[in-house]
């Protein structure tokens, strides 16, 4: 799919969670640090985690794990840690719920595909002030058989939605899987660049879109 690089309406807009509506970026590697140095005696570098971000915690944890065992405790430590220090660490992006009000105001209808599991998604959307609500469906790892880069996150929060032209849906994220699973389920991709990772990291995925600071949503995606 090729979109043109200005003003572009759809009709449904399906976001990622964590780096793109959510800034939980400081609690992903704390848990991730924690985790390995329960486990691992030290904590590899930031970024061997930070490209995995956006994939399942169950996928994440295969690169360090030596065993199924120590993979299934590794899950129980992040966990723990990650929803013990959740409200502390998770912050809201300047600008994302105003961006949602006027695409909402606009008469769009707004989904989630998470890879984060439905606890912890909720947790994040109360933090950030986010109401579910605001969202006609939200889907999260909890409720997929395939995760991001595969389609089906997308296809079934569009399903959800009711929208069933991909050519009027936008999915919106910050990372490689993001852009991989929106391209796979035939609708717009657009990058965001106040996430985790930039445009040298996502610009080898060809995102039809770029989505600077948070103020630019409605404008990119809700234009009438």
């Not at 996502?202 to 989505?211: A, N, V």
Request: contains cysteine.
């Amino acid at each position: 799919m090729s979109r043109p690089a200005g003003r572009t309406r759809f009709d449904t807009v399906v976001f990622d969670l964590d780096g793109t509506l959510i800034d939980s970026e400081d609690l992903i590697l704390a848990s991730f640090r924690h985790t390995m140095r329960t486990h691992l005696g030290e904590a590899p570098p930031d970024e061997s985690w930070r490209r995995t971000i956006g994939q399942p915690l169950a996928v994440q944890v295969r690169d360090f794990a030596r065993s199924d065992a120590e993979a299934d405790a590794m899950i129980r430590t992040y966990t723990d840690h990650n929803l013990s220090e959740h409200d502390r660490l998770v912050r809201p992006f300047e600008g994302i719920r105003d961006a949602l009000e006027e695409l909402r105001r606009r008469g769009r209808t707004l989904a989630i595909a998470t890879s984060k599991r439905r606890v912890a998604t909720q947790m994040g959307l109360a933090a950030c002030g986010l109401p579910e609500d605001w969202f006609a469906s939200i889907v999260t790892a909890d409720d997929v058989t395939r995760y991001k880069p595969d389609p089906e996150p997308v296809l079934r929060a569009l399903s959800e939605s009711g929208e069933d032209q991909a050519d009027r849906a936008a999915y919106v994220g910050d990372s490689v899987h993001d852009m991989r699973s929106g391209r796979a389920a035939g609708v717009c991709t657009a990058a965001v660049l106040w996430g985790p990772n930039d445009r040298a990291v996502l610009s080898p995925e060809s995102p039809d879109l770029w989505i600077e600071r948070p103020g630019e949503i409605p404008e990119r995606l809700g234009a009438d």
